[in-house]
């Protein structure tokens, strides 16, 4: 059983930083892409950065570009997603993935976290 649990979330002001962590288990990731999404109230799901867990290609979206990085640590099973020079439009649950395709469409992605509360005051 496929397991990604989210944590590093929390409240923060404008212009500060956030750590996610994906802590992911239940199967070998080296095929995989894991990545991060996110959902703002009231507005659809929306890609934030994605990498290839064998090799470490990263993607990221054009809103997060420069201000966030997507890691992982092959001895802890982890992906992080370090976020920097944060808005109060990063404000939003955001969801660790696993798929097979580094897509902006959340179709790709079979796996899903439960979610992590990132609120960013102005």
């Known amino acids: 059983q496929v397991q990604l649990v989210e944590s590093g979330g929390g409240l923060v002001q404008a212009g500060g930083s956030l750590r996610l962590s994906c802590a992911a288990s239940?199967?070998?990731?080296?095929?995989?892409?894991m990545g991060w999404f996110r959902q703002a109230p009231g507005k659809e799901r929306e890609f934030v950065a994605a990498?290839?867990?064998?090799?470490?290609?990263?993607y990221y979206a054009d809103s997060v570009k420069g201000r966030f990085t997507i890691s992982r640590d092959y001895a802890k099973n982890t992906v992080y997603l370090q976020m920097n020079s944060l808005k109060p439009e990063d404000t939003a649950i955001y969801y660790c993935?696993?798929?097979?395709?580094?897509?902006?469409?959340?179709?790709?992605?079979?796996?899903w976290g439960q979610g992590t509360q990132v609120t960013v005051s102005s």
């Open positions: 990498i290839r867990w064998s090799g470490g290609s990263t």
């Open positions: 239940g199967r070998t990731f080296d095929s995989y892409v």
């Open positions: 993935v696993a798929g097979f395709s580094p897509s902006s469409d959340s179709r790709w992605y079979t796996y």
